[in-house]
């Protein structure tokens, strides 16, 4: 009897231990997933060496003799990749994958030129629902400030409904309002787009020594989540699967000592845009 008590007090130890590590130290929880984690991961295939995008882009990086390169790095950024499928206007069913960017939640169009939407990561930071979406994905499609009446007789709801969608968005700061026309608050957004990702890259495994990972900012079941909410009803996820992104840290030193650090894509051997790049 004593025996059992003992194990049961030891387990419920480790659950609450678990517990504390899970809600209130997350650090330390990547740090145990690293440290047990074992064997390979899946990345897209890197086409480019850091050598190669030095030499090619060396005239815009070093502007005279007197910058030189450090010695380069390569990080694995997190994505997700989905198998879906989905219904298109012409009533019928397309298939296909999505990769979705895991630190700045956008997801990737196309893989070649490393095209990307825009707007999405503010809709998962804010918990976007499926009825918002009504509207972002309205005002994404006709590209410009759309009045309230007209919105509307589109989406064919109640004006009381409506208002109470469009103060939703409002709050969420998704979406400004300017006299009666209302627009998404976004610089260029993309959200209106076929769920599909355009993937010209092979996945390859890699062996977890010594490769750097990057932390997730976003979680796959809020990338799920918004998925679903964004792209309809029938809209449906069959299989997940974590991808990591090579990429390189170039860094240059300059004349004064200070330095400048770049991150080149090792698929298409261009820069990415800053923002979530900077770790």
């Known amino acids: 009897m004593l025996r059992i008590f003992s194990i049961f007090v030891f387990l419920s130890a480790l659950g609450g231990g678990a517990y504390y590590i899970q809600t209130k130290k997350p650090e330390v929880k990547n740090k145990i997933f690293e440290f047990v984690s074992s064997g390979q991961f899946h990345t897209l295939e890197a086409r480019f060496t850091a050598k190669q995008i030095m030499e090619i882009n060396k005239k815009c990086l070093l502007k005279d003799d007197k910058h030189k390169f450090l010695e380069p790095t390569l990080k694995f950024f997190p994505y997700l990749l989905m198998e879906v499928k989905y219904t298109t206007g012409t009533d019928r069913t397309g298939e296909g994958v999505i990769l979705w960017d895991l630190t700045d939640g956008e997801m990737v169009l196309n893989t070649k030129e490393w095209d990307k939407t ?6 998962i930071s804010s918990s976007t629902e499926r009825y918002e979406f009504k509207v972002i994905n309205l005002l994404s499609e006709r590209g410009d400030a759309l009045e309230r009446e007209h919105i509307a007789r589109i989406l064919q709801i109640e004006n009381a409904v409506l208002d109470l969608w469009l103060d939703s968005c409002k709050k969420k ?3 400004v309002q300017s006299g ?3 627009r998404l608050h976004f610089q260029d957004p993309k959200i209106h787009v076929i769920p599909e990702t355009q993937l010209h890259d092979r996945i390859v495994t890699k062996s977890y020594k010594n490769a750097e990972r990057v932390p997730k900012r976003f979680s796959p079941s809020q990338i799920k989540r918004i998925s679903e909410s964004a792209f309809g009803n029938d809209f449906a996820i069959r299989t997940t699967m974590d991808v990591f992104l090579p990429v390189y840290s170039i860094t240059v030193q300059n004349p004064d000592g200070s330095m400048h650090t770049s991150y080149w894509n090792a ?4 820069i990415l845009s800053k923002g979530a790049y900077i770790h």
Request: hydrophobic fraction near 25%; proline fraction near 0%; aromatic fraction near 12%.
């Open 267 to 270: 698929l298409n051997g261009k």
């Open 180 to 182: 009666n026309s209302y």
């Open 118 to 123: 825009h707007g999405f990561g503010d809709c």
């Open 173 to 175: 700061k998704l979406v």
